[in-house]
C-alpha cells in the first residue's frame, strides 16, 4: 500500500511503500477512503506531542470501510462505512477511563500518534475506535468530522446551554465555522464572532443569527447588550483573545474552550465569582460521541467545508493546511 510517514521529530512527510497491515486480535483493518489533514497532526511533526514510536503514519480524521476483521471481532462486518479519529479504544478500568479521559488512559491509543493514523490507502485499530458513517454523509465530509466535528458539537452538547440561549462562537476558522452550524441547528441563538466585516456572509450564510466584527466592537459589551452568553465556545488559538470574552458571558456563563493556544487565559477572580461563571477544557471525545456528531450533521445538514488532495500529494496538503489559507478542511481523498 502507499502511505505517507514521518521518520523522526522534525522530519518530513515522505510518500512510501509498505505491507498491508494483518489486524490483531480484538482489532480491524479499514480501507481508508479519506482522511483530514488537521493542525493537530503538526504536534506529531515536531515533536510538540510525539509519537509513541518513529516511523508514524499521521491522521486521526478517517473515513473508510471495514476491510478485514481480527479474531474475535463480531461487532463489525466486512464493508462496513466507519470512521476514526483521536479515539483508538482504552482499557476502561485506569483513573483515566473512569473519569471519562481516554487521551490519558494508560493503554490508549491515539491515530496518528500511539498507532498510524489515516495518511495512507489502509490502517488496522482496535474495534473500540471506529464510529459508524451514516447514509447519505460522503467520506471526504465524514473525514473532518471526526476531530473537528466532534469536538466543536461534543462540546456544545454538554456546554449547559438549551434551545434558545445565546450562544457565541469565536473565530470562524475550521473549527469555528462547524461550531456556528452546529450552534444553529441545535435551537441555540447563535452569535459568530471574528476578526474584519468579510466574515459577515458567512457567518449569516453558516446560519448565525448575529455577527460580532471584533475589529469594530467591543464583543463583550455588545453580548451584555444581547442578555449575556450563556456559552461562549472560543476556538482561536490565543489566550489573550479568549480573555476578552468573559466579560461577554452573563450570569452562570460558561467559556467553552477547544481551541489550543500556548500562552495564558487571564481572569480576575471577580469576573467569576458575582455572576458564577466558569471556564471548561473540552477535548474530543469517544466513537459514540462521533457517531452521535456525524448522524446529527447528517440530519441537519451541517457540512465542512472542503479542500481535496490526493495521497500523493499530502506533503502539499500539509503545508496548505498549516499556512492557515485553508478555506476551511483539508481532506485527502485516497482511491
Known amino acids: 500500500m502507499k502511505a505517507i510517514q514521518v521518520n523522526k521529530v522534525g522530519g518530513e512527510l515522505k510518500l512510501v511503500d509498505l505491507e498491508i497491515p494483518k489486524?490483531?486480535?480484538?482489532?480491524?483493518?479499514?480501507?481508508?477512503?479519506?482522511?483530514?489533514?488537521?493542525?493537530?497532526?503538526?504536534?506529531?511533526?515536531?515533536?510538540?506531542?510525539?509519537?509513541?514510536?518513529?516511523?508514524?503514519?499521521?491522521?486521526?480524521?478517517?473515513?473508510?470501510?471495514?476491510?478485514a476483521l481480527g479474531e474475535g471481532v463480531n461487532a463489525w462486518k466486512i464493508g462496513q462505512p466507519?470512521?476514526?479519529?483521536?479515539?483508538?479504544?482504552?482499557?476502561?478500568?485506569?483513573?483515566?477511563?473512569?473519569?471519562?479521559?481516554?487521551i490519558n488512559c494508560r493503554v490508549g491509543k491515539i491515530s496518528g500518534f500511539t498507532q498510524d493514523g489515516g495518511y495512507a490507502e489502509y490502517m488496522v485499530t482496535p474495534a473500540q475506535a471506529p464510529a459508524l458513517?451514516?447514509?447519505?454523509?460522503?467520506?471526504?465530509?465524514?473525514?473532518?468530522?471526526?476531530?473537528?466535528?466532534?469536538?466543536?458539537?461534543?462540546?456544545?452538547?454538554?456546554?449547559?446551554?438549551?434551545?434558545?440561549?445565546?450562544?457565541?462562537?469565536?473565530?470562524?476558522?475550521?473549527?469555528?465555522?462547524?461550531a456556528v452550524q452546529f450552534a444553529s441547528r441545535a435551537g441555540y441563538r447563535t452569535v459568530a464572532i471574528s476578526r474584519g466585516k468579510d466574515s459577515a456572509d458567512l457567518a449569516q450564510k453558516l446560519g448565525a443569527?448575529?455577527?460580532?466584527?471584533?475589529?469594530?466592537?467591543?464583543?463583550?459589551?455588545?453580548?451584555?447588550?444581547?442578555?449575556?452568553?450563556?456559552?461562549?465556545?472560543?476556538?482561536?488559538?490565543?489566550?489573550?483573545?479568549?480573555?476578552a470574552m468573559i466579560e461577554g458571558l452573563g450570569d452562570e456563563g460558561r467559556l467553552m474552550v477547544v481551541g489550543?493556544?500556548?500562552?495564558?487565559?487571564?481572569?480576575?477572580?471577580?469576573?467569576?465569582l458575582g455572576r458564577q461563571r466558569s471556564i471548561q477544557g473540552w477535548a474530543s471525545?469517544?466513537?459514540?460521541?462521533?457517531?452521535?456528531?456525524m448522524n446529527f450533521a447528517a440530519r441537519?445538514?451541517?457540512?465542512?467545508?472542503?479542500?481535496?488532495?490526493?495521497?500523493?500529494?499530502?506533503?502539499?496538503?500539509?503545508?496548505r493546511m498549516m499556512s492557515g489559507k485553508a478555506t476551511f478542511r483539508v481532506v485527502l481523498k485516497i482511491s
Not at 218 to 242: C, F, R, S, Y
Open 82 to 102: 466507519v470512521g476514526v479519529g483521536w479515539y483508538g479504544g482504552h482499557c476502561g478500568e485506569c483513573v483515566a477511563c473512569r473519569r471519562g479521559n481516554f
Open 133 to 178: 458513517i451514516p447514509d447519505g454523509l460522503a467520506f471526504e465530509d465524514a473525514g473532518p468530522l471526526m476531530c473537528a466535528g466532534v469536538t466543536t458539537y461534543n462540546a456544545l452538547r454538554h456546554s449547559g446551554a438549551r434551545p434558545g440561549d445565546l450562544v457565541g462562537i469565536q473565530a470562524i476558522g475550521g473549527l469555528g465555522h462547524l
Open 300 to 319: 441537519t445538514g451541517v457540512k465542512p467545508m472542503i479542500e481535496t488532495y490526493p495521497l500523493e500529494q499530502a506533503p502539499e496538503a500539509y503545508a
Open 23 to 67: 489486524p490483531q486480535a480484538g482489532w480491524v483493518r479499514i480501507k481508508v477512503r479519506a482522511c483530514g489533514v488537521c493542525h493537530s497532526d503538526s504536534m506529531m511533526v515536531t515533536g510538540e506531542m510525539p509519537a509513541s514510536a518513529y516511523p508514524r503514519i499521521p491522521g486521526h480524521e478517517v473515513a473508510g470501510e471495514i476491510d
Open 285 to 293: 471525545g469517544i466513537a459514540s460521541d462521533s457517531e452521535d456528531t
Open 209 to 243: 443569527h448575529a455577527y460580532l466584527d471584533s475589529q469594530a466592537v467591543d464583543v463583550a459589551a455588545e453580548l451584555q447588550k444581547m442578555g449575556g452568553a450563556k456559552v461562549i465556545l472560543t476556538t482561536v488559538p490565543n489566550g489573550k483573545a479568549m480573555s
Open 260 to 272: 489550543a493556544a500556548g500562552d495564558p487565559i487571564e481572569v480576575a477572580p471577580y469576573q467569576l
